[in-house]
């Protein structure tokens, strides 16, 4: 097995008085999808929210390719090859698909000191992603406010893989989407990790997570309660895990 | 040109076939003349609020900012400095004004039509400190190259302003710091989130914003050679009334540089034209916030503007 690409260790992270996560050990290995579950309040996004860069931890350690960071920003995280696709998705509606590809890392040159951006060169990038994800849209010039929820998604994970993203984290990816866009949306997360991209997976859906997850984490009330391969588990188990139903959670939270 | 500016096109066409017909002192070359000449401050400062309000932000000050402004120019003028600084007191007063505002507004946290009410106050009673109650009168004639001198066929101000305007177009559609801008005017949080370095693009906006409404109050003395005590009350209401008829939108993430331009055309050959056919000056504010209201009112109900982002959606 190689080596994972992120190793979080211990990590807290108090608001005031209110714990939201406490003591999360967790591994992210390139190529594989790895799922977080866990009910409302778990403390999934605010985990997330920590590996973006989002919010600071207020304990414990993140280590990349076995290099500890801190992350002060986003464009922290990002620059370390993290790219969140967030739940509400970051993209800017009266903007282009290109220019939402591109958004904080325009591609430029620089004219009298004036930076100029580089718009043929970000168009053609982007048809080029759009084509390699298979993710029909004609048009890179099209605003954003004129696509439909999956399309928006596959501009998110464009956005993601321009990056150059080593670590794709998704949030709730299909949470709105009909039928047809959410299997086209969970194809084209299996396609991320086949690329070589490690990817996290937020999800309130179990069967979903069955079918594109390789190893499955469960939350609950700011701890991780589970970690199971996707092959070892089935659904009624993590379900347990996720209401708290099952043994080892019972005794775990008795301990605590 | 899109749909709005070309309805703005019409409406200004309209307006002076009309004006024409009821005063016998409106379709006259000085009247063109004084029509223009009362467009220029509005022209640089509607500019500088077309920016604010893409980014999402507003400035309800620029009328005072403009005056304090006016007085640095003024008070340059009567001491006799060279004319070329003289003309340049006016923007980096109004840029210097603009940095404070952005540090009130975006390092206080406030938002943007509350912080520059505060600011309105303060700025309106240091012009009247300022002035010691008296209007800044009889200025020199040092600035009126600005407005008498042409170079090849027009005068430095419609110079002046096209340049303004054509690096504001260079800045908003080709460079990086346009789509920062109306990224932060759709959302500020996700332009945060996509790692745009808001606190700058804020900032910078400010304080272009400040220096175009500076640059007004050059031109503004330039042309009256004085400075009286209520300079610029009605200033704010006549930016953003221009601007919003140009098609920007009062919630941010959208603009138009050509309707800016015709909306501020529009409003001041409306408001000359009133005075002409024998309407009391007193009545243009009417005018004014009569036609922000129903552009506004009419957005809503075209459904342009989203009801739920005005925060009026039912809970």
């Known amino acids: ?256 | 040109m899109n749909g709005r500016e070309w309805s703005l096109l019409i409406a200004c066409i309209l307006a002076i076939i009309v004006f024409s017909v009821a005063s016998p002192y409106y379709a006259t070359s000085g009247n063109a003349g004084t029509v223009l000449r009362n467009s220029i401050e509005l022209l640089l400062v509607g500019l500088g609020m077309m920016l604010l309000l893409a980014m999402g932000g507003i400035d309800v000050s620029v009328g005072v900012v403009m005056g304090l402004a006016a007085i640095g120019v003024g008070r340059a003028l009567g001491a006799g400095v060279d004319p070329v600084l003289t003309a340049l007191v006016g923007p980096l007063t109004g840029a210097l004004l603009g940095l404070l505002t952005a540090a009130v507004i975006v390092l206080g946290r406030v938002p943007a039509i509350v912080g520059t009410l505060g600011l309105f106050g303060v700025y309106r009673t240091a012009i009247f400190v300022l002035l010691g109650g008296q209007w800044l009168s009889g200025l020199p004639t040092g600035l009126t190259v600005l407005l008498g001198t042409t170079i090849l066929g027009l005068p430095v101000a419609a110079w002046v302003i096209a340049l303004a305007y054509l690096a504001v177009w260079i800045a908003l559609r080709r460079t990086p710091f346009g789509l920062h801008l109306l990224a932060i005017g759709n959302s500020e949080e996700k332009a945060r989130l996509s790692g745009i370095p808001v606190v700058k693009v804020r900032f910078a906006t400010f304080i272009v914003s400040g220096a175009l409404t500076g640059l007004a109050a050059t031109f503004y003395v330039a042309n009256y050679r004085n400075v009286e005590m209520t300079v610029g009350s009605t200033l704010a209401l006549d930016a953003i009334a221009a601007v919003v008829l140009g098609g920007t939108s009062i919630l941010g993430g959208k603009c138009s540089l050509v309707g800016t331009v015709l909306g501020v055309l529009l409003l001041r050959i409306l408001q000359n034209g009133l005075l002409l056919t024998g309407v009391p000056s007193l009545w243009q504010p009417v005018v004014t916030g009569g036609l922000l209201i129903g552009v506004l009112g009419f957005e809503v109900l075209s459904n342009r503007l989203s009801l739920s982002r005005l925060g009026w959606a039912s809970k």
Request: glycine fraction near 8%.
């Open chain 1, 1 to 256: 097995m190689t080596a994972p690409f992120l190793v979080a260790r211990g990590i807290a992270k108090r608001f005031g008085a209110l714990t939201a996560l406490s003591d999360v050990d967790l591994e992210i290995r390139s190529g594989e999808v790895l799922a977080l579950l866990g009910d409302n309040g778990a403390g999934k996004s605010t985990f997330i929210k920590i590996l973006a860069g989002a919010h600071p931890a207020s304990d414990g350690e993140l280590i990349i390719e076995g290099v500890p960071v801190a992350f002060s920003s986003p464009k922290d995280a990002a620059s370390a090859g993290i790219a969140t696709i967030f739940q509400e998705l970051a993209l800017s509606e009266n903007l282009s698909i290109s220019e939402n590809v591109f958004l904080g890392r325009e591609l430029k040159r620089s004219v009298l000191g004036v930076p100029f951006l580089r718009r043929a060169d970000m168009r053609q990038r982007v048809d080029g992603l759009l084509k390699e994800l298979d993710a029909h849209i004609s048009d890179p010039e099209a605003p954003v406010g004129s696509l439909s929820g999956g399309q928006r998604q596959a501009v998110a994970i464009c956005r993601a893989l321009n990056l150059n993203a080593r670590l794709v984290i998704m949030d709730e990816p299909t949470a709105a989407l009909a039928v047809a866009e959410t299997r086209k949306v969970l194809a084209l997360t299996r396609r991320l990790a086949e690329r070589g991209c490690a990817v996290v997976l937020i999800s309130h859906n179990i069967s979903e997570v069955f079918e594109v997850a390789d190893r499955i984490v469960v939350f609950r009330r700011g701890r991780k309660v589970a970690e199971r391969l996707r092959t070892e588990t089935n659904p009624e188990e993590i379900v347990a895990f996720i209401t708290g139903a099952h043994p080892d959670v019972r005794a775990l939270e008795k301990a605590n």
